[in-house]
């Protein structure tokens, strides 16, 4: 079945660090790919999403590209603040097998210290 | 504010117990999703429901049962509770099934087992 891998931490940055979290994929059509974040004591939020190869997903200045030959979804942030410590969740949708339920990696916490 | 509402927010019950969790979508969305998210299992999908009617089931134990009201509200009922059950349950919705639509998160509903 589809299915996420991705760094799960916890990590510790400074502030103005660089940031990359590594997410691939295994699914069997052609998934949309979705990063959310769960700030602490919240739900989940959308943070971007890209539906198509190529496709390039940008918020709030983290942006990750879809990329089909190597199956993954990295996501980067050139300079990360303290307000952006929180749970990072890589995941896809396919609606192979009649449902367009989101599968999930398994989370990536993040710490960004001032 | 995603627009999704879940109530309540904790629940504190015993073993053996029956709770019934409820979960109101965003306004028009039709498409509604359970999910749980524990510590050792992580961000599990349970059952999704489409316009009233079930579309799929996921990781949903037997003693677990779900149902989407006219109204689109939806409510997951847990019963013969155990230590295990104790989670965040999470609903979401999103507009359509399409796997490319973004699926709003309610703040979730917190259940301890005790």
């Known amino acids: 079945g589809d299915s996420v891998t991705q760094m799960e931490g916890p990590v510790t940055l400074s502030e103005e660090a660089f940031l990359t979290i590594n997410c691939t994929y295994t699914?069997?059509?052609?998934?949309?790919l979705f990063w959310y974040v769960q700030y602490p004591g919240e739900g989940l939020q959308l943070l971007l999403k890209?539906?198509?190869?190529?496709d390039k997903g940008s918020n709030k200045g983290f942006e990750a590209t879809y990329r089909k030959e190597t199956t993954s979804f990295h996501l980067e942030k050139g300079s990360v603040q303290v307000s952006d410590s929180a749970v990072y969740f890589c995941?896809?949708?396919?609606?192979?097998?009649?449902?367009?339920?989101?599968?999930f990696g398994k989370g990536m916490k993040l710490t960004v210290n001032p | 504010d995603s627009g999704v509402t879940q109530t309540p927010k904790h629940l504190i019950t015993a073993t053996g117990q029956r709770v019934t969790l409820r979960c109101s979508p965003r306004?028009?969305?039709?498409?509604v999703y359970w999910y749980q998210q524990s510590l050792d299992q992580g961000l599990q999908f349970l059952i999704q429901?489409?316009?009233?009617?079930?579309?799929a089931k996921g990781n949903i134990l037997e003693r677990f049962s779900a149902q989407q009201f006219p109204d689109l509200h939806s409510e997951l009922n847990l019963s013969s509770l155990e230590l295990g059950d104790s989670a965040l349950y999470f609903c979401?919705?999103?507009?359509?099934?399409?796997?490319?639509?973004?699926?709003?998160f309610g703040p979730g509903t917190r259940l301890t087992v005790l």
């Open positions: 979401a919705s999103s507009a359509l099934r399409l796997s490319t639509d973004t699926q709003y």
């Open positions: 699914a069997t059509g052609y998934p949309s």
């Open positions: 306004s028009g969305d039709l498409s």
């Open positions: 995941a896809l949708s396919d609606s192979q097998g009649g449902s367009e339920k989101l599968v």
């Open positions: 429901y489409y316009n009233g009617e079930e579309r």
């Open positions: 890209a539906t198509k190869a190529d």
